[in-house]
Structure formats: C-alpha cells, structure tokens
C-alpha cells in the first residue's frame, strides 16, 4: 500500500450516495448535495451532516433552524450536479437546477418531488470539527417510497453514487 495525502483521505470512503439538504430562509431556497450525512441515533431519530460553514445553505440552516433530507434517483443526476457546483445566486436553487418542490408535512422545509426518500428535521446542535461543522437534526418526519420495504429493494430506486473527480457520478444497480 501506498500512503494517503491526510487532506485526501476522506477519499477513501468513495462511492457514497449524495442526499440534498436543503432549507427555505427569508423567501429563498437553498440547496446542496452532501456524502458527508450519518445516522447519529435511532431513538431518538437523529442525523449529522458535516457542511463547510463556507457554503450559503449552511448559513441558511443555521438561520432557519431546520433543513430537509431528500434522496434522488440516478435519473436526477445532473441536476444533483448542479447543485454541487455552484453557490445559491437565485431567489430557488432547487427550481434553477430543474428540481420542483414542495413544503414538507410537519415543517417549512423544501421537499424534492419525485424524492425516493425524505427526512424532515429541526437543528437540534452544532459542533465544529476542523474545517466544518456537524449540524445535527432531529428527524421530525421521514417517508419513503414503495420499494423500501424496510429496508431498500432496489428495484425502483438507483442511487446515485458519488465517486468524487475524475470519475465523479456513476450509479447503484442497472438502468
Ligand atoms: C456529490 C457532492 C457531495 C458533496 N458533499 C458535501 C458534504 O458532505 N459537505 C459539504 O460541506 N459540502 C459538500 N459538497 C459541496 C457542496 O455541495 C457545494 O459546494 C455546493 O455548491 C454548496 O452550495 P451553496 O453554497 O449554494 O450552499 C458536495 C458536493 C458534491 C458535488
């Protein structure tokens, strides 16, 4: 084996499947993709998403206080791109990358249609661990499509997979 550039080894946990978080604060909506998403706790349902306080959603999340989980299927591949590269400069990020959307059940937060899976989440803390910050939400609410059954069967939903450049999106299972 060779070694690993320490500022590169995050890498080594490619493929991950992206999910966009995403937060509506003063009338616009904000939006990116994120690998760096965990399950924290299962009772109480809680999620981390490790963000660069350099990116404009952070700074919404931490205004509104709540944010949204959606999970996209490989056909929104492009859009997800999109959203990964390049910095909110309109009133609707997610309209501007193709994506329509609307408010979720229990909170103001902007739910991807045609999603494969959705959380719903208030910002229960924060932590700064080197350049970013875990922000912690509380699972207020999460859905799924039919082919989770309990688990994901695959036969409807593809993820997508994030495999960073040079090979950047590829994608689970066929079609
Ligand atoms: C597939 C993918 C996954 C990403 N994962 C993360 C992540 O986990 N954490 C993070 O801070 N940024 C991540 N990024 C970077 C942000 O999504 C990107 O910088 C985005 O353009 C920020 O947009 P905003 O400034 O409008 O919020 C990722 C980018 C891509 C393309």
Do not use: N
């Amino acid at each position: 084996m060779k070694k690993v550039g320490l500022s590169k080894a995050y890498r080594l946990f490619y493929p991950s499947v992206p999910v966009i978080v995403a937060c509506t604060d003063g009338g616009r909506v904000y939006a990116m993709p994120a690998v760096s998403v965990v399950s924290l706790s299962s009772d109480p349902a809680l999620v981390g998403v490790s963000s660069s306080p350099s990116h404009a959603t952070h700074g919404a999340i931490l205004r509104a206080g709540k944010f949204s989980l959606s999970w996209l299927g490989s056909g929104r591949v492009r859009a997800v791109e999109a959203l990964g590269t390049t910095r909110a400069t309109t009133k609707d990020k997610l309209r501007s990358a193709g994506l329509a959307h609307g408010k979720g059940k229990v909170l103001d937060v902007p739910v991807i249609e045609g999603s494969f899976a959705v959380m719903e989440c208030s910002l229960a803390g924060r932590e700064h661990f080197g350049d970013h910050e875990l922000l912690v939400g509380k699972v207020v609410q999460a859905r799924a499509a039919a082919d989770f059954r309990g688990y994901w069967r695959f036969k409807e939903y593809k993820p997508i997979l994030y495999a960073g450049s040079p090979d950047g999106f590829t994608t689970y299972g066929k079609g």
